[in-house]
Nanobody, 123 residues
């Protein structure tokens, strides 16, 4: 079994910064893509940023230039540094990871999700 545990959310004023962390643990052979989605009230979940195992990154236009995604492969952890936060960044942020795990005498890759962490940008 694999668990993803997020931390770092909270209340921040407009223009402020937050750093989200997400650590994967369990019976992990390897991790491919990792990333962050967010879901605001009444809206669909949307991709915020993603990073491959080799470090290639992808950002939503809404956060490009204000956010940086990174990962520590040795710690199976992904980070999201968010700067110049706006009220429209308010949402529950979910991390995900594409994890290869052992299945019987073989292995398979599955997508796992964290429980979500609330980010509120308000004065």
């Amino acid at each position: 079994q694999v668990q993803l545990v997020e931390s770092g959310g909270g209340l921040v004023q407009p223009g402020g910064s937050l750093r989200l962390s997400c650590a994967a643990s369990g019976s992990i052979i390897s991790i491919n893509d990792m990333g962050w989605y967010r879901q605001a009230p009444g809206k669909q979940r949307e991709l915020v940023a993603a990073i491959t195992s080799r470090g290639s990154t992808n950002y939503a236009d809404s956060v490009k230039g204000r956010s940086t995604i990174s990962r520590d492969n040795a710690k199976n952890t992904v980070y999201l540094q968010m700067n110049s936060l706006k009220p429209e960044d308010t949402a529950v942020y979910y991390c995900y990871a594409e994890v290869r795990v052992r299945v019987l005498f073989d292995s398979s890759e599955y997508a796992y999700w964290g429980q979500g962490t609330q980010v509120t940008v308000s004065s």
